[in-house]
């Protein structure tokens, strides 16, 4: 993997660049649609492709492990052939799988052992087992096997987790650097910045997190229900630690307004299910605001979904027909407004890129959040 970095905000800590993986280029800032188990829900490939434009979608080390199972995807070459997503993937590790399913896992030094939410099976994952897994799917940036701590999280807690954290980073790096790609392409590992919300942490784990020299480095623990402030307090922290010649990714992170904040912080990539899932419940992100779809007011309103924001299925339907669908629980609706919202967020990244380059963004970045977040 190569990272390029092109452009850096003159009010800001904004940067534009580009990373070049086996699979393709990908403009950064980015946003990547979350395909948890080798699918971004409700979407075809062809709209992730043609309408959306995404340069690069995640697959869930967890869920794609217990479903279809390495057996199946190694049999199709990788998860790019099994899914026909000819562009990168980004796989996490299934860290934060394992920290959601607290109720039914033991983390121990070697690993964590868990129970399968679909079966109740028992399953454990190593730092080792986790790198080997990945491989296996076959993603082009992979991610190291981690543990994210809850909000709010005692201190010493957090301390004992994060030193885990870099002990099994030393364990995933080495069994990486012993093994390698299955398909015929190189993968890149990026480390995972932990240490809750405590400043000491956040540092010492930034630092260590850089000292492994990977080609890029990712930041974990964060939007798991903190304030929004303490977020880009801790994102900002570790920011101006790692280092700028390599991309920096908040994982799991967020809405329109998250994500430009950070992007002013120095992020490069994020990843959230909150665009797909909003669609499903008919909340839509648009170029004028944040629209419920199910209210009375869209019931006669034959507008397109959004007219400025271009793509098909936001000029094509229209809001009352799409509120007709959501009304009536027909598929088309959920499938609708998770290709609207994931090009709108998509348009959101592009847009601020070229205000990075312009040297602007810092000046359209407090319009675009008070624009896009209010409510229709």
């Known amino acids: 993997m190569k990272f390029d970095l092109l452009a850096n905000d ?5 940067r534009a660049g580009e990373i070049t993986t086996a699979h393709g280029k990908i403009q950064t800032p ?12 409700a979407v075809h490939q062809r ?5 959306i434009n995404a340069q690069i979608i995640l697959g869930n080390t967890y869920h794609l492990y217990l479903r279809p199972g390495l057996e199946v995807l190694e049999g199709a070459g990788g998860l790019h052939k099994f899914n026909g997503w000819n562009r990168p993937i980004l796989t996490d590790s299934g860290g934060y799988q394992v920290y959601s399913l607290s ?11 868990f129970k399968s939410h679909i079966d109740g099976s028992t399953h454990f994952f190593s730092p080792e087992g986790v790198m080997d897994i990945q491989r296996t799917i076959g993603a082009d940036i992979i991610m190291a096997f981690d543990e994210c701590t809850p909000y709010p999280c005692e201190y010493n807690y ?7 954290t870099h002990r099994w980073l030393k364990r995933c790096c080495d069994r990486f650097d012993s093994t390698t790609g299955k398909y015929g392409y190189d993968q890149t590992l990026f480390p995972i910045v932990q240490g809750s919300t405590y400043k000491d942490l956040r540092i010492q784990s930034a630092e260590t997190i850089a000292s492994f020299n990977r080609e890029g480095n990712a930041i974990g ?3 798991v229900g903190e304030p929004a402030e303490m977020m880009y307090e801790m994102t900002e922290l570790v920011c101006d630690i790692l280092p700028k010649d390599k991309p920096r990714y908040l994982m799991g992170v967020g809405t329109p307004a998250n994500i430009l904040e950070n992007i002013a912080l120095g992020v490069d990539m994020f990843d959230c299910v909150l665009p797909t899932r909003n669609a499903r419940n008919g909340m839509l992100f648009t170029t004028q605001g944040i629209i419920n ?7 006669k309103d034959f507008s397109p979904i959004d007219e400025t924001l271009g793509g098909y299925a936001s000029t094509f339907y229209s809001k009352a027909y799409l509120r007709h669908l959501v009304h009536s629980n027909e598929m088309l609706g959920s499938q609708i407004s998770s290709v609207h919202n994931l090009t709108f967020y998509l348009w959101l990244v592009k847009q601020a890129r070229e205000k990075i380059i312009e040297g602007t963004y810092l000046e359209w970045k407090d319009k675009m959040v008070k624009q896009v977040m209010q409510r229709l």
Not at 30 to 41: E, L, N, Q
Not at 103 to 113: L, M, Q, S
Not at 293 to 299: A, D, G, T
């Open 221 to 223: 623990g964060l939007s």
């Open 47 to 51: 709209e992730l492709y043609d309408d």
């Open 30 to 41: 980015i946003f990547m649609p979350v395909g948890t188990a080798a699918t971004v829900k």
């Open 103 to 113: 109720g039914t896992r033991k983390i121990v030094e070697e690993g964590v052992k």
């Open 10 to 14: 003159k009010q800001s800590k904004a």
């Open 158 to 164: 957090a301390k004992r987790s994060t030193e885990m």
């Open 293 to 299: 779809i199910r209210n009375e007011r869209w019931k």
